[in-house]
C-alpha cells in the first residue's frame, strides 16, 4: 500500500489499523536541536479523543505516545523519530455480522476491489483512528513552527446547517435529534495559521495551497476545502477581490487568504474543510455482499454521531505538517547574503 507518507524535508509516515495491536509513525526531517514538550503533545493528543458520550463514539483509549527513537533528554537528534500508541479498547466482534459485507458509503467496497483483502474490522487503515498518528506528528510540526513564531489555530466554523458561533442553540436540538434517530451531522472546521512567513510555497505544483488542499482532503470524511473567499470569491466582480496594499506591504484585505501564486504573501493564511456525516449509522441499513445480494443490516460498531469537535485539531496537525515541510523548503530557495 502506497501513500502512507506526507510531506518531502518534514515528512510523516504513518502505520497501523483500527484494531491492530498498534498505530504509530516516522517523522524524517526534523532538525536536530527541538525541544519536545511531552505535555503539549498530550494536550493535543486529549482534544482528539471523544467529548461527549452522547454523540462521540462509546471507544475509550488511554491514547499514551511512546516516543522510540530520535529524542534524548527531551531534544531531538536530528534522525527519525517512531512514535507508538497502543491500542487497548478494541471489539473486533462488533464487525462479525458485517464479514463478506460492504457497507454504504464506507472504504470496504473500494479497499477490497483495491487490495483483494481488508481488515476484518474498524474500517482498517480507513479508520478516523489512524489520524491520532497524524494529531501526533502535527503536534511536533507545531513545536518547529514555535520556533519561528507561526501559529496555527483552527475552530468549529458549523454544524450540519448551523453557524456554531450563534446558533448553539439549534446546534444542541439537532445533536439531540440524530442520538433518538441514529443519525449523524458533517459540518465546517476553520483553520488560520497566523505569522506565516513570506515566499512558502513552490511552484507549480507544489503550491502552498495545492499541498494544504492534498493534506486536508486526506483526513477522513471531507469532502470541501477552500482558502480565503473560496466558493463566495466565484460570485464577485475582480473589483471586489482585490487586496489593496498598505505602504508596509501588507494588504488591507485578505480575499485570497494569505496565498497569491500558491506563495505566502504574509497575511494570515485562512481555509476551511467541510466533512460529511459519518456513515457509520445507529440504526438498520442496506449492505451489499460479494454476491450483490442486498442486507438490511444493523451496525453495532462503536462510532461518532459527529466528527466535527474531534476534527478541529486533525485540521491543525495537516495544515502544521504541510507549513512545516514548505518552511524548511524555503531555506533552500536562495542565497541569503
Not at 473500494?110 to 481488508?118: D, L, V
Not at 458533517?186 to 497566523?194: A, D, F, L, P, Q
Not at 464577485?236 to 496565498?259: M, P
Not at 451489499?288 to 460498531?301: C, F, Q, R, T
Request: one cysteine or more; charged letters at 25%.
Amino acid at each position: 500500500m502506497a501513500g502512507n507518507s506526507i510531506g518531502k524535508l518534514f515528512k510523516l509516515t504513518t502505520f497501523g489499523e483500527s484494531h491492530s495491536d498498534f498505530i504509530g509513525g516516522v517523522i524524517d526531517g526534523c532538525p536536530s536541536g527541538l525541544r519536545i514538550d511531552l505535555d503539549f503533545i498530550e494536550k493535543e493528543v486529549q482534544r482528539r479523543k471523544p467529548l461527549n458520550e452522547n454523540f462521540s463514539t462509546q471507544r475509550k483509549e488511554e491514547d499514551v505516545v511512546e516516543f522510540v527513537s530520535g529524542i534524548e533528554n527531551g531534544t531531538t537528534l536530528g534522525s527519525p523519530i517512531a512514535f507508538i500508541v497502543k491500542n487497548k479498547n478494541v471489539k473486533k466482534q462488533d464487525y462479525n455480522h458485517l464479514k463478506d459485507l460492504f457497507r454504504p458509503s464506507h472504504g470496504d467496497f473500494t479497499y477490497f476491489n483495491k487490495y483483494g483483502i481488508m481488515a476484518s474490522s474498524g474500517g482498517g487503515r480507513a479508520s478516523a483512528r489512524e489520524t491520532l498518528s497524524r494529531v501526533i506528528g502535527g503536534a511536533v510540526a507545531k513545536l518547529l513552527l514555535r520556533e519561528y513564531g507561526v501559529e496555527v489555530v483552527g475552530e468549529i466554523h458549523s454544524i450540519g446547517k448551523w453557524d456554531y458561533a450563534s446558533q448553539r442553540d439549534e446546534i444542541d436540538k439537532d445533536l439531540d435529534k440524530i442520538v433518538e434517530n441514529g443519525d449523524s451531522l458533517g459540518g465546517i472546521v476553520s483553520c488560520r495559521v497566523k505569522n506565516c512567513p513570506i515566499g512558502l510555497g513552490e511552484p507549480v505544483f507544489d503550491k502552498l495551497s495545492a499541498d494544504l488542499a492534498k493534506a486536508i482532503m486526506s483526513i477522513p470524511a471531507t469532502k470541501g476545502f477552500e482558502i480565503g473567499d473560496g466558493f463566495d470569491s466565484t460570485r464577485k466582480y475582480g473589483s471586489e477581490q482585490l487586496d489593496n496594499w498598505n505602504s508596509d506591504f501588507s494588504t488591507k484585505t485578505n480575499h485570497s487568504g494569505g496565498i497569491q501564486a500558491g506563495i505566502s504573501n504574509g497575511m494570515d493564511i485562512t481555509m476551511k474543510a467541510g466533512f460529511k456525516p459519518i456513515a457509520s449509522l445507529y440504526r438498520k441499513v442496506d449492505s451489499i455482499d460479494k454476491e450483490g445480494n442486498i442486507h438490511n443490516v444493523e451496525n453495532s460498531g462503536r462510532h461518532d454521531r459527529c466528527f466535527i469537535p474531534r476534527a478541529v485539531v486533525i485540521v491543525e496537525a495537516m495544515v502544521a505538517l504541510t507549513v512545516c515541510d514548505h518552511l524548511l523548503r524555503s531555506f533552500t530557495n536562495k542565497i541569503n547574503r
